[in-house]
């Protein structure tokens, strides 16, 4: 079985083709451009380095947050799009589960963080355990200088990774004796984590409804939020949304 695997939920673009058995080819940049000028690009290029036509295809996996609101919508649309005109099963993956796919060492805190702005990081925290990849604390956005220091209460080893740590943490802030910094090849989103826990989903028949999927947000954009402050009567006529 081999799947498209796609994310944009940060600055990083990264796709790839891959099934159980191996990673056929990953493009994976970080760059100025905007997702809408590379994702098309990146797939049609992946699957030519993989030597795997679209109609070859068994699947589509798509991260779909927490991260950017944009990047998220570009790369589910794109997603939503294929899996729809080739017929294909669709996947969605938690970005903070992907980055902590990254590392599978046991007996380490594998703390992933996504940068929410203003000092704010959606944050979940996981550990392996006998193979499998499970869920520690629930995601959450908390400020990032909290979660540090929070981390350094741990009596175990912990790991930082995520955009979060790349933009606001490497260089900036003096980790505690037991956390470290993910090294820089580990520490973004990769489209083959996405494609290997999107391998896991379809095996086990848990794929996603087309027209239903939609982004993981956590909370609401910066945009929302200064049209309510500019639009107080209309925001009153509108459900209101939790906030974390």
């Known amino acids: 079985m081999s799947i498209l695997a796609i994310d944009t939920s940060t600055q990083v673009s990264s796709v790839a083709v891959a099934s159980k058995e191996r990673l056929s080819a990953e493009l994976t940049m970080q760059a100025k451009l905007t997702h ?29 947050g927490p991260g950017s609101f944009t990047g998220l919508r570009i790369g589910l649309a794109a997603a939503k799009a294929m899996a729809y005109a080739l017929d294909l099963p669709l996947v969605g993956v938690s970005t903070l589960k992907a980055l902590a796919y990254h590392y ?6 594998l703390v ?12 979940e925290t996981y550990r392996w355990e006998q193979g499998q990849l499970k869920v ?39 980790l505690p004796q037991n956390v470290a910094a993910a090294p820089a090849h580990l520490m973004m989103p990769r489209a083959a984590c996405v ?5 896991e989903e ?13 982004p993981v947000y956590i909370r609401r954009s910066e945009a929302e939020v200064l049209w309510e402050k500019r639009h107080p ?12």
């Not at 909290?146 to 175990?156: F, G, I, K, L, Q």
């Open 36 to 64: 809408s000028e590379t994702l098309m690009p990146h797939i049609e290029q992946v699957l030519k380095m993989a030597s795997v036509e679209k109609d070859e295809l068994e699947g589509i996996a798509v991260s779909i």
């Open 104 to 109: 599978p060492v046991p007996g380490v805190r």
């Open 112 to 123: 992933c963080l996504l940068d929410a702005q203003k000092g704010n990081a959606y944050v």
């Open 136 to 174: 520690v604390d629930e995601v959450q956005v908390a400020k990032i200088a909290d979660v540090v220091s929070w981390c350094a209460r741990m009596e175990e080893s912990v790991v930082l990774l995520g955009d979060a740590v790349q933009k606001k943490i490497v260089g900036k802030m003096e």
């Open 195 to 199: 494609a290997m826990l999107g391998l």
């Open 202 to 214: 379809l095996a086990a028949g848990r794929t996603a409804n087309i027209m239903e999927l939609e």
């Open 233 to 244: 009567e209309a925001a009153k006529n509108t459900l209101p949304t939790e906030e974390m």
